[in-house]
């Protein structure tokens, strides 16, 4: 729109791209800020990510202003890479070791440590070593060696591109990216320094006797089995021949990447390269019977028993969540007589098949799987027997004292016992339980109440639909009953409903943040998927003695997990026990590191530009450098500030009855020919048709500048000057426009907030457009994010396109006529005016539809809201 002179073309061209590179870092700030306050659950790669573009786009901006200003702010580079040093310090993953060894001996992991073998392999060997409990024996896999995989086969920068573009809130989207990665992966060759390690820790394994093996691959990742389960989310090969050993290992290590694993990880808040991946390689027990001990009664957690849950076969089918199993209460005071047992009708069994082809490794990885177990029929005689014997069950149980004593915590125990009788351990983990003595107290009385309609001396007259179900994870919760069928449905369970289903799958936890509660019609409340939901603590029920057919589609029910009932409708009674759910996440390793960076990337302490401190030494973030040289930039191109002899070079101070300061550059009859040689302008100066109609909009008499009585203005006396008015000479207020007859290009500045309006307004409707950004704010984060929704509302309403992120918009208005944009231009202004400061006093309780309905009907004045709630 403009031509500068040849003197200043040079620093002009700087200008406008210090200008981009200005607009893209307060994009990528903006992303960031929106991850850490809205808490969005991305992969850390995201953040890695945006930071990279912001930081780029920072330092783009110093080299430019060093080519406005080639004989000052040299320092800002020094400044710029200590904190752009700090952050990445805490953004870079650990030092992956790709060196040997690739593989451990079973008898020698617990001489290593978890971040080599894993949690899994390391706890089962500590146990066999130092408790002197039976295992399967083999080898383990390292993480060495899967750092080394992704490294030989250079799959980790496309792994985490691809987890950049990851949406955990979309199914669809977070199956596709998990897809593309585990096939990435899948189609990989294991490097030939593996294969030995592998072939070499077998020959070793065989050369102790162990002749014609099968074995079993388990993933062994680190964090995994831990405070966070990761229960069910990775892939268990079995009945594996020593042929096939690397494609089993392949389809393991790419399960870290399936999409209830990705789910399940992003929820918590681990990054990826804290979970690396080594797998445990142990020989194939062909199980006469399974199942899994917990070391405390969930159900009664004040009771001192241990529960055995124990099925026929292998224990997939109960840890699946597709079988129940028989269930034997043993006293830990008295572990040497079994107390209770309850005995479930058993009706199939998984079995390891017998018939192997010579040439397993050409089996393709997705058939691996189906070959090497089947589902049979269990013999009618043994459908009702129990599944473990007397002697074996209390073995178990002494077992069981004894690692819970040695973990000092609860113990979810996997166990099987051979054919020939002999019982092994194949994995211990600390079994969550969400423990509330009041609700303790509360389910004991409950169950020694006959009537179930009474529950704390409070009548309930909801109907009971279903009763006598076993608790999974203990609580109430209430919703439209979604009863889902079949798995592909799970995209279309709708948010706070109540889950109803046949069997638990594993694969349900990419829908646990949708659903209230669960009511699972049979299985055990020892499976995977309820390890799951008593993590994210989701109340949920197994085992519907009576009414699982009575529930209906969207009729919406009430959960009691505690006393195992079902309610129609919303028990009121109940209510008071519902907790607010607890998000682990705020806390997470993510939050933590993501703290640390938004405080040496998007801190503003940097915020008196007329002070003697306002200079590179005072920077104490990236967010303060790109204030500086913004800033500076601007004075810089208008040749405005304290140096002495400094030139206008054409900027012309426009003075007007508000507190508000403009530089103005003329490019092409904006102002009245009889203003040209003027060092200072009126609002009647001007002739800009764009400039005229947002200084109308500012000038607006139902606009108000100033202080109110309604707010504590001295909380903010770095903003709000002597007398609760900002004065008109201060550069807290001063902003700059480059203008012509129909083009305007302006950047306001109220105070801690900016905003960049662009636009041509002409005859030409074709031609016409605004372009608006808005950002920053001197309030709290969720007072700039109210405010963001206030601007958004109002934008939209007067035909913007507008996208938000945090308390950056973006807003786009195109094709209107003169007219409409000169009504749209003077709307814009008063909004601009009316939104000043608001971040400070807008408060989340406040009805935002109200607030824009009123400013709609000619509102703009609204600090009495912070007394006057609508």
Same mark, same amino acid.
């Given at each position: 729109?403009?031509?500068?002179?040849?003197?200043?073309?040079?620093? %002009?061209?700087?200008?406008?791209?210090?200008?981009?590179?200005?607009?893209?870092?307060?994009?990528?700030?903006?992303?960031?800020?929106?991850?850490?306050?809205?808490?969005? =659950?991305?992969?850390?790669?995201?953040?890695?990510?945006?930071?990279?573009?912001?930081?780029?786009?920072?330092?783009?901006?110093?080299?430019?202003?060093?080519?406005?200003?080639?004989?000052?702010?040299?320092?800002?580079?020094?400044?710029?890479?200590?904190?752009?040093?700090?952050?990445?310090?805490?953004?870079?993953? #650990?030092?992956?070791?790709?060196?040997?060894?690739?593989?451990?001996?079973?008898?020698?992991?617990?001489?290593?440590?978890?971040?080599?073998?894993?949690?899994?392999?390391?706890?089962?060997?500590?146990?066999?070593?130092?408790?002197?409990?039976?295992? #399967?024996?083999?080898?383990?896999?390292?993480?060495?060696?899967?750092?080394?995989?992704?490294?030989?086969?250079?799959? !980790?920068?496309?792994?985490?591109?691809?987890?950049?573009?990851?949406?955990?809130?979309?199914?669809?989207?977070?199956?596709?990216?998990?897809?593309?990665?585990?096939?990435?992966?899948?189609?990989?060759?294991? #490097?030939?320094?593996?294969?030995?390690?592998?072939?070499?820790?077998?020959?070793?394994?065989?050369?102790?006797?162990?002749?014609?093996?099968?074995?079993?691959?388990?993933?062994?990742?680190?964090?995994?089995?831990?405070?966070?389960?990761?229960?069910?989310?990775?892939?268990?090969?079995?009945?594996?021949?020593?042929?096939?050993?690397?494609?089993?290992?392949?389809?393991?290590?790419?399960?870290?990447?399936?999409?209830?694993?990705?789910?399940?990880?992003?929820?918590?808040?681990?990054?990826?390269?804290?979970?690396?991946?080594?797998?445990?390689?142990?020989?194939?027990?062909?199980?006469?019977?399974?199942?899994?001990?917990?070391?405390?009664?969930?159900?009664?957690?004040?009771?001192?028993?241990?529960?055995?849950?124990?099925?026929?076969?292998?224990?997939?089918?109960?840890?699946?969540?597709?079988?129940?199993?028989?269930?034997?209460?043993?006293?830990?005071?008295?572990? /040497?007589?079994?107390?209770?047992?309850?005995?479930?009708?058993?009706?199939?069994?998984?079995?390891?098949?017998?018939?192997?082809?010579?040439?397993?490794?050409?089996?393709?990885?997705?058939?691996?799987?189906?070959?090497?177990?089947?589902?049979?029929?269990?013999?009618?005689?043994?459908?009702?027997?129990?599944?473990?014997?007397?002697?074996?069950?209390?073995?178990?149980?002494?077992?069981?004292?004894?690692?819970?004593?040695?973990?000092? !915590?609860?113990?979810?125990?996997?166990?099987?016992?051979?054919?020939?009788?002999?019982?092994?351990?194949?994995?211990?983990?600390?079994?969550?339980?969400?423990? /509330?003595?009041?609700?303790?107290?509360?389910?004991?009385?409950?169950? !020694?109440?006959?009537?179930?309609?009474?529950?704390?001396?409070?009548?309930?007259?909801?109907?009971?639909?279903?009763?006598?179900?076993?608790?999974?994870? @203990?609580?109430?919760?209430?919703?439209?009953?979604?009863?889902?069928?079949?798995? $592909? !449905?799970?995209?279309?369970?709708?948010?706070?409903?109540?889950?109803?289903?046949?069997?638990?799958?594993?694969?349900?936890?990419?829908?646990?943040?949708?659903?209230?509660?669960?009511?699972?019609?049979?299985?055990?409340?020892?499976?995977?998927?309820?390890?799951?939901?008593?993590?994210?603590?989701?109340?949920?029920?197994?085992?519907?003695?009576?009414?699982?057919?009575?529930?209906?589609?969207?009729?919406?029910?009430?959960?009691?997990?505690? @006393?195992?009932?079902?309610?129609?409708?919303?028990?009121?009674?109940?209510?008071?026990?519902?907790?607010?759910?607890?998000?682990?996440?705020?806390? $997470?390793?993510?939050?933590?590191?993501?703290?640390?960076?938004?405080?040496?990337?998007?801190?503003?302490?940097?915020?008196?530009?007329?002070?003697?401190?306002?200079?590179?030494?005072?920077?104490?973030?990236?967010? *303060?450098?790109?204030?500086?040289?913004?800033?500076?930039?601007?004075?810089?191109?208008?040749?405005?500030?304290? @140096?002495?002899?400094?030139?206008?070079?054409?900027?012309?101070?426009?003075?007007?009855?508000?507190?508000?300061?403009? %530089?103005?550059?003329?490019?092409?009859?904006?102002?009245?020919?009889?203003?040209?040689?003027?060092?200072?302008?009126?609002?009647?100066?001007?002739?800009?048709?764009?400039?005229?109609?947002?200084?109308?909009?500012?000038?607006?008499?139902?606009?108000?500048?100033?202080?109110?009585?309604?707010?504590?203005?001295?909380?903010? *006396?770095?903003?709000?000057?002597?007398?609760?008015?900002?004065?008109?000479?201060?550069?807290?207020?001063?902003?700059?426009?480059?203008?012509?007859?129909?083009?305007?290009?302006?950047?306001?500045?109220?105070?801690?907030?900016?905003?960049?309006?662009?636009?041509?307004?002409?005859?030409?409707?074709? /031609?016409?457009?605004?372009?608006?950004?808005?950002?920053?704010?001197?309030?709290?984060?969720?007072?700039?994010?109210? @405010?963001?929704?206030?601007?958004?509302?109002?934008?939209?309403?007067?035909?913007?396109?507008?996208?938000?992120?945090?308390?950056?918009?973006?807003?786009?208005?195109?094709?209107?006529?003169?007219?409409?944009?000169?009504?749209?231009?003077?709307?814009?202004?008063?909004?601009?005016?009316?939104? =000043?400061?608001?971040?400070?006093?807008?408060?989340?309780?406040?009805?935002?539809?109200?607030?824009?309905?009123?400013?709609?009907?000619?509102?703009?004045?609204?600090?009495?809201?912070?007394?006057?709630?609508?």
């Amino acid at each position: 729109m403009f031509s500068p002179g040849t003197v200043l073309r040079e620093k %002009y061209e700087a200008f406008k791209k210090l200008l981009e590179y200005d607009k893209k870092a307060h994009e990528f700030m903006a992303e960031l800020e929106d991850i850490f306050y809205n808490q969005k =659950k991305n992969d850390f790669q995201t953040v890695v990510k945006t930071y990279d573009q912001f930081a780029a786009s920072a330092y783009g901006m110093v080299e430019e202003l060093l080519k406005m200003c080639p004989s000052n702010y040299w320092s800002l580079k020094d400044y710029f890479k200590k904190f752009d040093f700090y952050i990445r310090f805490m953004l870079a993953p #650990p030092d992956f070791d790709f060196s040997p060894p690739f593989t451990i001996e079973f008898n020698k992991i617990s001489s290593f440590d978890e971040a080599i073998a894993g949690k899994k392999a390391f706890c089962l060997s500590h146990l066999n070593r130092e408790l002197h409990l039976p295992t #399967p024996n083999g080898f383990v896999i390292t993480t060495n060696a899967f750092h080394y995989f992704l490294q030989a086969n250079d799959l !980790q920068d496309a792994i985490n591109e691809k987890l950049t573009k990851l949406d955990i809130s979309d199914v669809s989207s977070c199956e596709q990216i998990s897809i593309e990665i585990r096939t990435m992966i899948l189609n990989a060759d294991v #490097p030939d320094d593996i294969v030995i390690a592998c072939d070499n820790a077998m020959k070793s394994f065989e050369a102790r006797g162990n002749i014609n093996c099968r074995f079993a691959l388990r993933s062994s990742a680190v964090k995994e089995d831990g405070e966070i389960s990761f229960a069910g989310q990775y892939k268990t090969m079995l009945n594996m021949g020593k042929n096939d050993i690397f494609n089993g290992y392949k389809q393991v290590i790419a399960s870290k990447y399936s999409s209830q694993a990705l789910f399940y990880r992003i929820s918590h808040g681990v990054p990826d390269h804290d979970t690396p991946m080594a797998v445990l390689v142990i020989e194939m027990i062909d199980s006469k019977s399974s199942g899994v001990i917990y070391s405390k009664d969930i159900e009664n957690p004040l009771s001192d028993n241990l529960l055995i849950h124990s099925i026929w076969g292998q224990g997939e089918l109960l840890v699946e969540g597709e079988a129940a199993c028989d269930l034997i209460a043993i006293s830990k005071k008295e572990p /040497d007589k079994i107390d209770s047992i309850k005995i479930a009708a058993k009706e199939k069994q998984m079995v390891l098949s017998q018939n192997h082809s010579a040439k397993e490794s050409q089996i393709k990885n997705d058939q691996i799987e189906e070959n090497q177990t089947r589902i049979i029929d269990t013999k009618k005689n043994l459908t009702y027997d129990l599944s473990l014997d007397e002697f074996s069950a209390l073995t178990l149980a002494r077992w069981a004292v004894s690692l819970e004593n040695h973990f000092n !915590q609860p113990q979810d125990i996997e166990w099987c016992q051979d054919q020939s009788g002999k019982l092994f351990i194949l994995q211990s983990r600390p079994l969550n339980i969400h423990r /509330d003595i009041h609700l303790d107290k509360i389910q004991n009385t409950a169950k !020694q109440n006959k009537v179930l309609k009474i529950i704390n001396g409070i009548k309930i007259d909801n109907k009971i639909i279903c009763s006598k179900a076993q608790t999974v994870c @203990r609580g109430v919760g209430s919703g439209s009953v979604y009863r889902l069928e079949q798995i $592909s !449905q799970i995209t279309q369970i709708p948010n706070g409903s109540v889950l109803v289903v046949k069997h638990a799958l594993p694969q349900f936890v990419i829908a646990i943040n949708k659903v209230n509660a669960i009511i699972i019609e049979s299985g055990s409340f020892a499976n995977h998927f309820a390890s799951i939901a008593r993590e994210f603590k989701i109340p949920a029920i197994v085992n519907i003695r009576n009414g699982f057919n009575n529930l209906v589609q969207r009729n919406c029910v009430t959960v009691d997990a505690d @006393r195992g009932i079902v309610y129609d409708g919303i028990a009121t009674p109940l209510m008071g026990n519902i907790k607010p759910r607890e998000d682990n996440f705020k806390n $997470s390793s993510f939050m933590i590191k993501l703290r640390y960076v938004i405080n040496f990337a998007a801190q503003l302490k940097l915020t008196e530009p007329e002070s003697d401190s306002f200079a590179p030494e005072a920077c104490r973030s990236l967010h *303060d450098i790109i204030r500086f040289v913004h800033e500076t930039a601007v004075r810089e191109m208008f040749s405005i500030g304290k @140096r002495k002899g400094g030139r206008k070079k054409g900027a012309k101070k426009l003075i007007l009855n508000i507190p508000m300061l403009f %530089y103005v550059l003329d490019v092409g009859s904006g102002i009245n020919n009889n203003q040209k040689n003027a060092k200072i302008l009126k609002s009647d100066d001007i002739a800009s048709i764009p400039m005229q109609a947002v200084l109308k909009g500012l000038l607006h008499p139902g606009i108000c500048w100033s202080e109110t009585t309604h707010f504590d203005w001295e909380e903010y *006396d770095r903003i709000v000057m002597a007398g609760g008015i900002i004065s008109a000479d201060s550069s807290m207020f001063g902003s700059y426009a480059v203008l012509s007859k129909e083009y305007l290009n302006v950047n306001f500045r109220f105070g801690y907030h900016f905003v960049i309006l662009d636009t041509i307004c002409s005859s030409s409707k074709e /031609d016409n457009y605004i372009l608006f950004r808005f950002s920053g704010g001197g309030g709290t984060p969720e007072g700039r994010t109210i @405010r963001a929704k206030f601007i958004k509302g109002i934008l939209t309403r007067l035909g913007f396109m507008v996208q938000i992120k945090s308390d950056l918009i973006d807003a786009e208005f195109k094709n209107g006529s003169l007219k409409i944009m000169e009504k749209t231009l003077d709307m814009t202004g008063r909004l601009l005016g009316t939104t =000043k400061l608001m971040d400070m006093y807008l408060k989340k309780d406040l009805d935002i539809e109200f607030l824009i309905d009123d400013f709609m009907n000619g509102r703009y004045d609204f600090r009495s809201t912070v007394n006057d709630k609508p």
